[in-house]
């Protein structure tokens, strides 16, 4: 089982990568506290490259909470949700 991320969105409220596993898509809900603990605290306004940049530790997060079961849903597509305690 491979968890692929695919295009960042950051216009929809919460931060989400678009992703697919096992060729089904779902939805990678970025947490306000994962974006914290990525920037380390500093500009949150400016989170976009850092996500970009920190998108094999997202992946890792979410491939984990994929295998582990805490699938949830979001605009009707399987989602996860990746907050500060999962990176």
Do not use: C, H
Not at 42 to 71: H, M
């Amino acid at each position: 089982m491979t968890l692929e991320l695919g295009v960042l969105i950051l216009n929809k409220g919460r931060p989400r990568f678009e992703a697919v596993v096992d060729s089904q898509p779902i939805i990678i809900l970025i947490d306000t506290s994962a974006i914290m603990a990525l920037t380390g605290g500093g500009k949150v306004d400016e989170y976009g490259s850092t996500l970009e940049r920190q998108r094999d530790r997202i992946r890792v997060a979410a491939q984990r909470l994929w295998s582990e079961g805490f699938t949830t849903e979001a605009e009707g597509s399987p989602a996860l949700l990746v907050t500060a305690l999962d990176l």
